[in-house]
Nanobody, 116 residues
Framework: EVQLVESGGGLVQPGGSLRLSCAASGFTFSSYYMNWVRQAPGKGLEWVSAANSGGEFTYYADSVKGRFTISRDNAKNTLYLQMTSLKPEDTALYYC?????????WGKGTLVTVSS
């Protein structure tokens, strides 16, 4: 059974940093592109970032480029999102999602709240 479990969310002040993790199981993690997607309160889904199967190629939404860094450890079956210079508009539920047949598996999300 494919499972994706996010962790690392929390309350942080504007300008602060957080690192999110996504632990994957039930599939060959190193064979898939992986994504981070977020949903702000009352808004739709927003794609944030992606990494290819080996992690050599990474992609970012303009809204987070230069502030967020996606990475992965295929030996640990874990995807990461390092978030710096956080803004109140980064407040959202953050999901990791596998790119298989589209984004075919999602975790339950971890909540990030940026507020003073």
């Amino acid at each position: 059974e494919v499972q994706l479990v996010e962790s690392g969310g929390g309350l942080v002040q504007p300008g602060g940093s957080l690192r999110l993790s996504c632990a994957a199981s039930g599939f060959t993690f190193s064979s898939y592109y992986m994504n981070w997607v977020r949903q702000a309160p009352g808004k739709g889904l927003e794609w944030v970032s992606a990494a290819n199967s080996g992690g050599e190629f990474t992609y970012y939404a303009d809204s987070v480029k230069g502030r967020f860094t996606i990475s992965r450890d295929n030996a640990k079956n874990t995807l990461y999102l390092q978030m710096t210079s956080l803004k109140p508009e980064d407040t959202a539920l953050y999901y990791c999602a596998r790119w298989g047949d589209g984004m075919d598996y999602w975790g339950k999300g971890t909540l990030v709240t940026v507020s003073s």
